[in-house]
């Protein structure tokens, strides 16, 4: 892994430019975790130090317990950002210590890890633990060394099932995994460097770390990196498109017929250019108030603008307030109760001396008790009930709100909180009142919250832009052009395993897939790593040392059964990890020295092998004997870390998951389908390992770490989709694989094609609200 000191000068100041200004990412797509938890000289464990460059701060995690986690609030406003989005990237600049084993960040509700990042420094692999949508836990592990003491830049894109990991700005991994389902309930709690107050430190800096809510946010970190492929999620929708437009289709050519016909009917007539808005028709030069925009029809094209509204002073007893189908505010009666406003309307409760609760209404100038009705029975437990400011009654955790009823209209959408509904913008727009209940489009353009580079023109469209190249330029991607292409003409300094991106002015070199490096050098990258002391020369491919075979060096090699061996006659071959020895037989005049890795060693000589500083080896009598350190627990000069069982310090014991079972160093234990092992006071968790399936439908049955496959696709809860096989449900409507509908005649029955077959069933929890 080539340093940060080995970067281009151009790569560098590309890289501090987009940590330093945000390379014009919007605010309201990016989590500045640092910078929101305002991390300081008062956290205990936590340091403010020097960072791979000056554009941000970097903090110092040390070993000593500590506890951060963001405050309820803070933590909410990031899940408002993240929760239901499937298109995301994580981005962090590292330092990690050596051989530790600790979590980046973690968002977690009790057992449940809905997004959690890890780096171990014991496996040298990283490990990404989410939650599916069938509300599953799993865990990817991609083998790579963050812990080595050396900056690294991390980023970590999702998009739908499709994952890429980026780290230095190359591409690492790329791999199809099951979609994480981030629909984060309430209590679910935001931690940094660690998994809680008892587990999972890191150990090391950080610094600019960040989640983007965009699609490939990795550009933000590494510009330079090419744009131009459609995401998975982009793919998903526009599978999700095709099958809207199927019904879309039926219905328009029924219209077009009936148009036609009624075309045929016209006679000579005189048309005037009219403008349609919401199925209304306006003639020229006629004015209508839409929302929150004045609008006018001027040669049959609409125009609108946003809507002033005037500030009115109101008689006494009233105050301005929005009401229905008006955009502005106007007059309406209030009550003053308690030293509050209210509206006519609006509801209040107050709590009696007996603890009865009370119901008032604004009517007539004054608050109005009014008789409550019989509550509904909740199906929650009370633990899960919530009580309501406005109501007598109430309901369960997770309530729709917003199906009772809500007033969010022009580009705006109902959203539910924990009490009651809000309304929100959706993306690419922004609120024209305080309620977000009108919404407008964003100029990104006119606003400076683009991507759009040199040579570029920026082209705003609804909720997003586009980025047009000037006459004479040509396109690099999405957002750059240039007049001259160094990568067409092979005028670069790439290396041969590189890949070349022309930039304004030069160009950038990227290590391919299976390389790592700056660019104009690039190595071979083993993705399982080169065991023995081999060598990776090629992407995946092991240069093994004598002795060893295999595609990772894992084998070693029998010299005394295949005769590679040059032991003379009087002496017998016996084969050892990586080579042989030549051993005197019993009774022979031998010297007693011994042979070991082409070096002699003589007779009752110790010493330990270079590769395994755990295994200590003696020459006995032309014998060469080899085994693991005894661990001597009463010698105080023993080897810790071949020894772990020997620590006998309280800081080196591990805490179990559950809070109630303490674990000495060296110990190991399953939980959760987990193997897990306490080493000096660090806990290191990885899957357990699996068989390799290659069946089309798989479930994995309860209490079981392991999935199973089956021949029925209805009982499958895993499937390995086939986007050519497809189902025709009850109307003879062609359905994709992995698509679901309500059948026909029915409000319970949902039904879902599984590559070519129709799996239906009836939802009880839809039957119980009917």
Not at 654 to 673: A, F, M, P
Not at 731 to 738: A, K
């Amino acid at each position: 892994m080539e340093s940060p000191g080995c970067w281009s000068a151009l790569g560098f100041f590309l890289f501090f430019l987009s940590s330093a200004v945000g390379f014009g990412v919007d605010p309201s797509l990016q989590i500045d975790v640092l910078g929101e938890l305002q991390l300081g000289e008062s956290v205990a464990g936590v340091l403010q130090v020097q960072g791979l460059h000056n554009g941000s701060k970097a903090f110092f995690f040390q070993g000593a317990s500590r506890s951060v986690k963001a405050p309820p609030e803070k933590a909410e406003l990031f899940f408002q950002k993240l929760r239901n989005k499937h298109e995301f990237t994580i981005l962090v600049s590292l330092k990690q210590t050596r051989l530790n084993s600790g979590v980046i960040f973690s968002v977690h509700h009790l057992d449940h890890r809905y997004l959690e990042l890890e780096s171990s420094g014991h496996r040298n692999e990283i490990r990404l633990h989410y939650r599916s949508g069938s509300h599953r836990s799993h865990t990817e592990v991609f083998p790579y060394i963050l812990a080595d003491d050396k900056w690294h830049r991390l980023s970590l894109a999702i998009s739908a099932s499709h994952l890429i990991l980026h780290v230095d700005c190359n591409k690492i991994y790329e791999r199809v995994v099951e979609k994480p389902y981030l629909d984060l309930p309430v209590g679910t709690t935001f931690w940094l460097g660690q998994r809680n107050s008892a587990h999972g430190y890191f150990k090391g800096i950080m610094q600019d770390v960040q989640l983007l809510v965009m699609p490939q946010g990795f550009i933000s970190q590494c510009p330079d990196l090419n744009r131009t492929c459609p995401t998975c999620n982009d793919f998903h929708g526009l599978v999700q498109k095709i099958m809207e437009l199927q019904d879309i289709l039926a219905k328009t050519s029924a219209k077009l017929s009936r148009a036609e016909q009624r075309m045929n009917r016209l006679d000579q007539c005189y048309c005037e250019r009219t403008c349609t808005m919401k199925g209304a028709t306006y003639r020229e030069f006629e004015s209508w108030t839409d929302g929150c925009k004045n609008c006018t029809c001027m040669n049959g094209t609409i125009q609108c603008e946003a809507l002033i509204c005037s500030l009115s002073d109101c008689p006494l007893n009233s105050a301005p307030a929005y009401i229905d189908d008006k955009c502005c505010k106007e007059c309406q009666p209030i009550c003053v109760f308690e030293g509050k406003t209210y509206f006519e309307g609006e509801r209040e409760t107050v709590r009696s001396n007996s603890g009865d609760c009370i119901l008032f209404e604004c009517k007539d100038y004054k608050m109005q008790r009014i008789v409550k009705s019989d509550c509904p029975v909740l199906n929650c437990p009370e633990s899960q009930q919530i009580s309501l400011s406005n109501s007598c009654c109430k309901v369960c955790k997770g309530h729709d709100f917003c199906s009772e009823g809500h007033k969010c209209l022009e580009n705006s959408f109902c959203r539910n909180l924990e009490d009651r509904a809000v309304c929100s913008c959706r993306d690419g727009f922004r609120a024209l009142r305080e309620d977000n209940a009108y919404c407008e489009d964003a100029d990104e353009c006119a606003e400076g919250r683009h991507y759009c580079r040199e040579n570029t023109m920026c082209v705003n469209t609804p909720g997003s832009f586009m980025c047009i190249c000037k006459t004479g330029y040509i396109r690099i991607d999405d957002y750059s052009c240039t007049e001259h292409d160094e990568c067409l003409t092979n005028q670069h300094s790439c290396d041969e395993n590189a890949l070349c991106f022309n930039t304004v002015g030069g160009h950038n070199c990227v290590c391919k897939p299976g390389f790592t490096g700056n660019g104009t050098v690039c190595k071979a990258f083993c993705k399982d790593g080169c065991r023995n002391g081999g060598a990776c020369i090629a992407s995946n491919v092991c240069a093994c040392p004598q002795g060893f075979t295999g595609p990772s060096c894992e084998t070693d090699i029998d010299e005394c059964a295949t005769g590679r061996h040059s032991c003379a006659n009087d002496t017998i071959c016996f084969n050892l990890d990586g080579g042989y020895d030549c051993r005197c037989p019993h009774g022979k005049n031998c010297t007693g020295d011994c042979i070991h890795e082409g070096k002699i060693k003589h007779n009752g000589q110790i010493w330990v092998l270079e590769n395994d500083r755990c295994s200590v080896c003696s020459c006995q009598s032309g014998y060469v004997m080899c085994r693991r350190m005894v661990c001597d627990c009463e010698n105080p000069t023993v080897d810790l870390f071949c020894c772990p069982e020997c620590d006998p310090r309280l800081s080196s014991q591990c805490l179990h998951q559950s809070g109630e079972i303490l674990y000495n160093s060296g110990d190991t234990w399953v939980q959760n389908c987990q193997q897990c092992r306490c080493l000096q006071g660090e806990v290191d968790c990885w899957p357990l390992p699996c068989p390799d399936m290659e069946c089309e439908f798989s479930t994995l049955p309860e209490n079981e770490c392991c999935p199973h496959c089956v021949t029925d696709p209805c009982q499958a809860d895993t499937i390995r989709n086939d986007i050519t096989k497809t189902c025709l449900d009850e109307t003879n409507v062609v359905r994709f694989t992995g698509s679901s509908w309500i059948k026909h005649g029915t409000e319970c029955t949902l039904c879902q094609c599984k590559n070519g077959h129709v799996c239906c069933s009836v939802d009880p929890h839809c039957l119980q609200e009917l």
